[in-house]
């Protein structure tokens, strides 16, 4: 996909970070996928010298998934830039809170909940969302609650419209599943308040409508909102030359230390 990308910034800050003081990135994937959806992001991360760490989210629990990635931040020496795909928006923004080692947190396609919302209530609030339709029969956890998959005849359009139809179906058959409970769970804390934030999406996101992600890009004040036209929800997969890019302007700042 030829997609161009519509950019608006809050600050114009450099993007080149000396290799003595860039962060570690710190990758979360959402719901439907697995680590493995950032491995173009990844390869060109590590290519500018970038440490990078693929957290595995275990898709629980908002609280239980943002207490596992906040232990893998502890285990970083240095500053972190702390980025999250779809769900894995709202475990970054609960994870952060507290870390002053989290520099910048980067919203890929993710949710950037406030106290008290959820991820579920979010997608529900402004038109344009799918995602419901394209859900199998849930399947029951013998603890109570279900466990959510996208059907494989639904993902490719669903999900990953932008990516060839063969990778689709990879990532259809190797997707992760989230709980009803982790959507439903309200944030508690929230760390885009005190954080730089960032973010990007495309107009080609059914499962969170690009009218629910500018109005989240908005409200946390994000310092570089990159809009990319047609994008599907794994615009990280898709468009990784986007998402790296701007997860290397947010390091950027934070190197020159406009993070806080």
Not at 37 to 53: D, E, F, K, M, T
Not at 173 to 194: F, H, M, S
Not at 201 to 215: R, W
Not at 247 to 255: C, V
């Amino acid at each position: 996909m030829n997609a161009s990308v519509n950019t608006t910034a809050a600050a114009n800050t450099s993007s080149s970070t000396s290799a003595a003081v860039r962060p570690t990135v710190v990758l979360v994937h959402g719901a439907f996928a697995d680590s493995s959806s950032w491995n173009g992001v990844i390869a060109r991360l590590a290519a500018r010298g970038y440490p990078v760490v693929a957290a595995a989210n275990p898709l629980r629990s908002l609280s239980g998934d943002a207490q596992s990635v906040a232990t893998v931040i502890d285990s970083i020496q240095g500053p972190v830039v702390l980025v999250g795909h779809s769900y894995g928006g709202a475990v970054i923004t609960t994870a952060a809170a507290g870390k002053p080692q989290v520099k910048a947190l980067v919203y890929v396609a993710a949710f950037a909940p406030d106290t008290n919302e959820s991820a579920a209530q979010l997608a529900g609030q402004f038109p344009g969302g799918t995602l419901g339709d394209a859900l199998a029969a849930p399947v029951a956890l013998p603890a109570g609650g279900v466990d959510l998959y996208i059907r494989p005849e639904s993902f490719w359009q669903q999900f990953a419209a932008d990516v060839s139809a063969a990778d689709a179906a990879l990532m259809a058959a190797g997707q992760r599943p989230i709980t009803d409970i982790a959507l439903n769970e309200a944030t508690q804390t929230v760390a885009w308040k005190q954080v730089p934030s960032y973010f990007v999406y495309g107009t080609g996101d059914k499962n969170i409508p690009a009218a629910a992600l500018g109005f989240m890009a908005e409200r946390a004040g994000s310092r570089k909102t990159v809009v990319v036209d047609g994008a599907s929800h794994v615009v990280m997969t898709s468009q990784p030359d986007a998402v790296t890019a701007l997860i290397e302007e947010a390091a950027g700042a934070a190197a020159a230390g406009l993070g806080r």
